[in-house]
């Protein structure tokens, strides 16, 4: 998304320090269960702001070619966050 938008720094940061920082939070989602800690291995922490800005970008460009492909076909197709309506023929 960072290279599709072009940016180069956001808020002062460099891309490349957000990379980082966005990797080091994905690699360090602990939490707690029966008095226990876990540390989660594949996938991110439900409610976390980084993985809404994830799951959004990859929307981003996963609906792209389907709305494209759906409207050439004469369909319709509503989007809200990361649920979709299609209707086609």
């Known amino acids: 998304m960072l290279d ?16 980082r920082l966005s990797r080091f939070v994905m690699k360090n989602n602990y939490f ?35 709305v494209k492909q759906i409207t050439n076909a004469s369909g319709l197709c509503l989007c809200y966050i990361d649920d979709m309506f299609i209707i086609i023929n």
Not at 8 to 18: A, F, P, S
Not at 40 to 63: D, H, K, V, W
């Open 32 to 66: 707690l269960y029966e008095g226990e800690y876990y540390h989660q291995i594949r996938g991110c922490a439900m409610g976390s702001p980084l993985t809404l800005t994830i799951a959004n970008c990859y929307m981003f460009f996963f609906e792209r070619n389907i």
């Open 4 to 19: 599709y938008l072009e940016l180069k720094q956001i808020g002062g940061l460099k891309i490349e320090t957000i990379i």
